[in-house]
């Protein structure tokens, strides 16, 4: 082996010893540096009991609140006072303006104002607002969910701003068709569609209150404009009647829609245009069957009462403060239904309203003969008539729960379309039939009884399903939430089953629901 050899041989044998004791320093270091050291384990050893264990830890996550599904509840008041108001008079300037009809029906059969035009073409003109508004809901609630509350409603500003000012320029009856009745009705709708349900979203214990004084601005607003409409029209004549409504409507109207606020996205409310399975709940139904025999005697008194006193003797302004005095009595008595209704229950007042409403009619508009007794009936009658308009928002909350409201509220809508259609129609004829109003009169109070009856049943379930409620709970029926129970997952469809059951047992019990 030449020096050479021996010489690299040698170094390399330097470099692996070197590198050998590098690695196990390095090893030494990496040891030193993570095991703690005696002092350290010592800290730790003392900090330990300081610390919080595993179980600890675990401890404290179960009493952690989990995060709810459920939403906050609503303030009962606050800026939902605001909105009671906009709403009001949205409804002032829908409804009201509506309700108004009867003067101009009165002007148009005593100038005779579209000369082809017969009784029944005109019944058919306010017959159509009222079923257009029902009809357009699913569009209505369609809007709300794809564009939101405010541009939905801006879109029924248009529409009605738009039928006034075009029936301002029409000169045949099938303008007024397209004018006063179908496009006033698709605004009409598009206003109040996504405007009922706001009002219950802000209250608890003041919801049938506060939807009472909303409520009550349609018959405001009807009393308001029956008689403006009236003087306008022999001041400055049809064509600038309809132009200063349309005007006052479209400001009233703009400004209430700019203040006006939903909590649709806070309770998770559904805004579907057709949740058909709801109609697979009886109870759900008899709501539905309630609005329907309701609005076939409702439609009839708004629009019959000034033919009516026509019939008995009295002169058209006579005719016309009627009209106007029956939607005085809906402003009065709406907002004391919605108060007692907290009290009492909403469906018990709702019930025994609407019974009411037919039992004066039988009683009390079947011999109004004079002047002054159809002035008597038109006051008390009114308080009474549109109940179903005031307390239909919180009674369907009732039954279907927050969320479900506006689905619910858009497929009632629908079902009262027929109703609302044909109710004077029908009412027409069977005085031109029997040659006297005692038939519509009759009609009209026995349709209120078949929808109190509804109504009757209705509550039957709801306690039955609360008492349900309350055994599987374990507590006392009263102090169940009648509305936020059916937002609850947990034993409410057992308890809905249940309740059904026991509808013919527990209507008669009385119990505040």
Not at 24 to 40: A, I, L, M, Y
Not at 50 to 72: C, F, G, I, V, Y
Not at 127 to 138: E, F, N, Q, R
Request: hydrophobic content about 45%.
């Amino acid at each position: 082996m030449t020096p050479k050899m021996l010489y690299i041989i040698a170094i390399s044998s330097s470099k692996m010893k070197t590198s050998q004791s590098n690695s196990s320093d390095d090893v030494k270091t990496e040891r030193e540096r993570t095991s703690p050291s005696s002092d350290h384990k010592a800290s730790i050893s003392s900090n330990h009991e300081d610390s919080p264990t595993n179980e600890t830890l675990a401890s404290t996550a179960e009493k952690q609140p989990a995060p709810s599904s459920t939403p906050a509840p609503p303030p009962n008041g606050g800026y939902g006072w605001v909105c009671t108001i906009c709403c009001a008079l949205i409804n002032a300037h829908t409804w009201g303006l509506n309700s108004s009809y009867g003067v101009f029906l009165a002007h148009y059969l005593a100038n005779n104002t579209f000369p082809s035009a017969t009784p029944l073409d005109y019944a058919f003109v306010g017959s159509l607002s009222i079923s257009c508004a029902m009809l357009v809901s699913p569009l209505a609630t369609y809007g709300v969910r794809i564009l939101g509350t405010k541009p939905t409603l801006f879109i029924g500003i248009v529409f009605e701003t738009l039928s006034l000012i075009g029936a301002s320029f029409a000169t045949k009856i099938w303008h007024l068709f397209l004018s006063q009745g179908i496009c006033f009705g698709i605004g009409m709708g598009f206003l109040f569609i996504p405007s009922v349900g706001i009002v219950p979203q802000w209250f608890t214990t003041k919801r049938s209150l506060a939807n009472g004084f909303a409520t009550c601005g349609s018959g405001l607003g009807g009393l308001t404009y029956s008689l403006a409409t009236g003087a306008m029209i022999k001041t400055i004549g049809l064509p600038w009647a309809f132009r200063v409504l349309g005007i006052v409507a479209f400001a009233v109207n703009t400004i209430c829609t700019i203040l006006l606020r939903d909590r649709n996205k806070i309770i998770g409310a559904s805004q579907l245009a057709f949740d058909t399975k709801l109609f697979k709940r009886p109870e759900y139904l008899l709501v539905n069957f309630w609005g329907f025999f309701s609005l076939l005697a409702y439609v009839v008194l708004i629009f019959s009462l000034a033919n009516y006193a026509n019939a008995i003797g009295l002169s058209a302004s006579q005719a016309s403060l009627i009209s106007a005095l029956f939607n005085l009595g809906q402003a009065l008595g709406r907002p004391p239904i919605g108060y007692f209704s907290d009290s009492i229950g909403r469906l018990n007042m709702a019930g025994l309203m609407t019974f009411l409403a037919g039992l004066f009619a039988l009683i009390i508009w079947i011999f109004s003969h004079s002047y002054g007794v159809l002035i008597f009936y038109s006051l008390i009658g009114g308080t009474v008539a549109g109940t179903f308009w005031c307390t239909v928002a919180p009674v369907t909350a009732e039954v279907v729960g927050l969320r479900d409201v506006p689905a619910a509220l858009n497929l009632i809508w629908l079902f009262i379309v027929l109703p609302s259609t044909f109710s004077e129609p029908i009412a027409l004829e069977i005085v031109a039939g029997t040659g006297s109003y005692l038939g519509t009169q009759l009609f009209t109070g026995f349709m209120y009884i078949a929808a109190a009856s509804c109504i009757l049943f209705l509550r039957g379930w709801k306690i039955g399903e609360m008492n349900e409620l309350a055994r599987l709970k374990g507590q006392d029926a009263e102090q169940i939430d009648a509305v936020a129970a059916e937002d609850e997952k947990d034993h409410v469809d057992l308890a809905r089953a249940k309740g059904r059951t026991g509808i013919l047992a527990n209507c008669m019990v009385w119990r505040k629901v």
